[in-house]
């Protein structure tokens, strides 16, 4: 398993930690569970702690190697410390005199590590983009957030080199067969998978005392990173149209946002935060706000279950990892009606479709989920029995279906 | 499930905390795993700690009730508090409009909970002593160790009213039927299960890396709480008839003790504590001695994997959790031949036996094996295959089966 960029361990909230490193820390644990062995190979991020973990189990470990320094670093210069983690694996493997059967590799940065060892070891390799450039850039407002020529060129040879591509959804498969001319019998759909042994409803009064909530508190919730994609602003502008008309006087609700670090003065982590803050600011807000800063992934359960509505305003999402758990913590989710999300969330039955970027939608929907005590009930209800379809007992099925297809593919291949 | 007295959550180490807590916690993780719901009720010790906690996961709970001052208190003052215990479940079962269909109940004082509880529910209890206070009385040395006129009179009264009781070994089984006249038909042989999903061999280089250790460092290991019982001044006197003889000056071997904390000054937990400190002072053994202090549970594995002997030189055990974790992270453990210890490590093939308090022999044992590192390999597998049997999942199923047998007897006694 290759995690270039981001360790599967790493705290959720900060700059390039999400929904993906839940997904390959839970896609890794699965695997044992069902005996396979796997070692996540991730960049070296600190060099106090130890380069091998086994805190997924089953024998299974989280491998950091030492490629270049052993600090955060921005993803524009993590391309250019490739080569050496490619050798840092062959050294760890050949240490340990090990093969591997197959390449499961995640994002794109990945995926270039990935191409080089398929060939060096002539393994089947499954692709997993998370998020697609030529997607992320139609959604793009600013310079900053366009991908690089290296991402969009690296993309394209992967969806020609891997040997199998993982689409979280139908929507990333219809993307990768039009934006990419993806050869569509070797992408196969698998969702990705939610603990619902942890992300489960826990009663109201038991997630309010644990978060530390007054019990009559109406909570909306926002969970993820900080950052100009997620939309937050969109929520900001409905939470002040409430304002401006007096609903807020009539149901006083507050909105809690998890992500980021309220003190973290790092300068691309700021840039949205700070921007945030002034808007909270201006459009005089900043009494139902509360900034949360990052929470251990093991408490979300407790804040999802204590949020009466949860909120994912992105403008795009290639999935919409947050959506699931809120779901299944039985939170009924208003979310943008695009990408992953408008295929996880069911209009009307687990929560709203809105459009993105539409404040005055937004607000409506809250107004309608807000006002009716039974609605959310009904649809959060629904939402919970509805996520079990993603439990990972049923996801991690169709995932070894795929490695079973895709060696049995390469066999015949050499045959 | 009732654990009056501590919490399955606790860190380990403490003075009252150990096997029993990991018991509880994995006992009650399992049987979520089999779809059974299962409520842990503990006294809260701490106010600003959230009284439902769902840790381990499933929708099971951890449940803190209020009962005396939520501070640790010694065992004396706590059997006092439990009328108020009793009430707060009572109260938390009537609120939640729950009704139990079993009472699993651990060590003497939540005995004494259950069998009120049993009367007021009308539900069959299941009583784990873990320790036996006439067992305890055969070993003590000192007179704070002899156990109450309280337990012991508790003790009796759980062996007559428990419908049944699980034996952790063929020991206690025949404990309770010669010093307690228990009734045979009522008790079942039921061993602990160790987590082989955590507890398994991570590579020496892997596990020296974790704990922080050169390479080369040959370790023996002592994991347990800090008290008198514990027998680890006979340790002790081990390692100083090696320096003595000049063994240690050859083969550089170091004892780590993980357990108690080095800084705390609370009494009680301080006597043994500092009497090992003279004692490693007048034995002249303080350079080859680590007290490394208290250890997550979570990083055990690296610990007793990393160790080339793990010694369990207690004077008494009734089963001897850590001599089975040691096992399953494929070390030999040497271990006293005494109650659970006896039937758990098996002599020459997993470890040695030696006599209890017998410092000589002690030392013999460590100097065969410190000196064969080949034997150390094959006892040490042997140890990993032989531990799986205690895997959970074989474990759970005698527990069902139990469970379901005792609820079926009552039935039958109430037709």
Redesign the interface.
């Known amino acids: 398993m290759l995690s270039y960029h981001t360790c599967p361990l790493a705290t959720l909230g900060g700059k390039d930690t999400g929904g993906m490193n839940v997904y390959v820390r839970d896609l890794t644990r699965e695997l ?2 069902r005996g396979i062995g796997v070692d996540v190979f991730t960049r070296s991020q600190d060099e106090h702690v ?6 997924l ?3 299974n ?1 989280i491998v950091h190697i030492e490629a270049g320094p052993e600090t955060p670093l921005s993803k524009d210069t993590l391309a250019e410390y490739i080569p050496d983690f490619i050798h840092g694996i062959q050294d760890f493997a050949d240490k ?1 005199e090990l093969r591997y059967d197959l390449i499961h590799s995640h994002y794109w940065l990945s995926g270039l590590v990935a191409i080089e060892l398929r060939k060096k070891w002539q393994v089947p390799l499954v692709q997993m983009f998370h998020t697609l450039a030529v997607m992320k850039n139609r959604v793009a407002r600013e310079e900053d957030e366009v991908a690089s020529e290296l991402r969009l060129e690296a993309e394209g040879r992967l969806v020609r080199e891997s040997d199998r591509i993982i689409a979280a959804t139908q929507a990333e498969l219809a993307q990768l067969q039009w934006l990419y001319r993806a050869d569509t019998n070797r992408i196969r759909v698998v969702p990705p998978g939610v603990d619902t ?2 992300f ?1 409803p ?2 109201k009064d ?1 997630a309010l ?2 978060i ?1 909530s007054p019990a009559r508190y109406c909570m909306l919730l926002y969970v993820g990173r900080i950052e100009a994609l997620k939309g937050i602003d969109t929520l900001f502008e409905a939470m002040a149209l409430l304002k401006q008309e007096g609903f807020l006087d009539i149901h006083p609700i507050c909105l809690a946002i998890i992500g980021g670090d309220p003190d973290v003065s790092r300068e691309e982590m700021s840039t949205e935060m700070d921007r945030l803050h002034e808007l909270q600011e201006s459009l005089g807000i900043g009494d139902v706000i509360t900034f949360l800063g990052r929470r251990d992934q ?1 408490t979300l ?2 804040y999802y279950s204590a949020a009466e509505i949860v909120v994912v305003p992105s403008h795009y999402e290639s999935f919409g990892m947050v959506a699931l758990e809120a779901m299944a913590c039985g939170t009924p989710v208003i979310a943008s009606e695009t990408g992953g999300l408008a295929f996880l969330v069911k209009d009307g039955e687990t929560g709203f479709h809105v459009p993105a970027v539409d404040p005055e939608a937004l607000a409506e929907r809250l107004k309608e989920l807000m006002q009716d005590e039974e609605l959310r009930a009904r649809l959060g209800e629904q939402a919970a029995i509805y996520a079990k379809e993603f439990s990972w007992s049923n996801i991690i099925d169709q995932i070894l279906e795929l490695y079973a297809s895709v060696m049995v593919s390469l066999e015949d291949e050499l045959a």
Chains 1, 2 share one sequence.
């Open positions: 044992g569970k130890p380069h091998v973990l086994h805190d189990g089953y024998g470990r340990k042994t942890r489960y826990i009663p038991e005392e644990f530390g093991d359960q407790y």
